[in-house]
């Protein structure tokens, strides 16, 4: 059973455009949520993270959203630029500990 | 080196071979991950060490073995893999009871069994 899900699976985005990418969770206990970016070649690198103490983080151009009601967090990237074409992964862990559960994956295209 | 290195960096093998992965840590992290990555699933996690005590296995099968001598350095040895086990093998790192959480991936191995 997949506790995090993950969509869209890709997305284009015209470069200054907003990308937004969402998860859905099913496991309330989980208390961080973290976005983790991967080029190719490369492992995956934490990008920005949110705890459910907060509704909205934001950092430079990334901004996460949470609700917990709908236990639901989406990743926005401002003014998208090519630099950021990459996979992005959501992921959930809980109780401060280290298994972290990843999303599917989002493959993020952006085109001048 | 700084980070997370991971060798070697692509690997082909055959399903009868044994071979073994390597990471090391330059963080001075007491935690260590090892993931598999395959197209279009989540990254599962595989085997975690906490101050190099194995604390996860998540149902690995035993062609699979993991070894962590010390908390900078962690193997994963391969024997009789299947062709289905071909994948991207990621290495993390974490600094342990804070509250960051955060992971610090390698590079990965790509991984092909024929």
């Known amino acids: 059973q997949q506790q995090v899900k993950q969509s869209p699976q890709s997305l284009i985005v015209q470069k200054g455009g907003i990308s937004i990418i969402n998860c859905a969770y099913e496991n309330t206990a989980f208390d961080y949520f973290p976005w983790y970016q991967q080029f190719p070649g490369k492992g995956p690198a934490l990008l920005i993270a949110?705890?459910?103490?907060?509704s909205e983080k934001k950092e430079g151009r990334f901004t996460i959203s949470f609700n917990k009601s709908a236990k639901q967090f989406s990743l926005h990237i401002m003014d998208s630029q090519p630099g950021d074409s990459a996979t992005y992964f959501c992921?959930?862990?809980?109780?401060?500990?280290?298994?972290?559960?990843f999303g599917t994956g989002t493959q993020l295209k952006v085109e001048l | 080196e700084t980070g997370v290195t991971q060798t070697p960096r692509h690997l082909v093998m055959g399903m009868t071979n044994k071979k073994s992965l390597k990471c090391e840590q330059h963080l001075g992290h007491n935690a260590m991950y090892w993931y598999k990555q395959s197209a279009k699933k989540p990254l599962e996690l595989m085997f975690v060490y906490n101050f190099k005590e194995q604390t996860e296995n998540n149902s690995v099968p035993s062609r699979f073995s993991p070894e962590c001598p010390n908390s900078s350095h962690l193997f994963l040895h391969l024997h009789t893999l299947q062709p289905e086990d071909s994948a991207l093998y990621l290495c993390?790192?974490?600094?342990?009871?804070?509250?960051?959480?955060?992971?610090?991936f390698g590079p990965g191995t790509r991984l092909t069994v024929l």
């Open positions: 949110i705890r459910p103490d907060v």
């Open positions: 992921a959930a862990s809980m109780g401060g500990g280290n298994k972290l559960t």
């Open positions: 993390a790192s974490s600094q342990e009871r804070t509250r960051a959480n955060e992971q610090f």
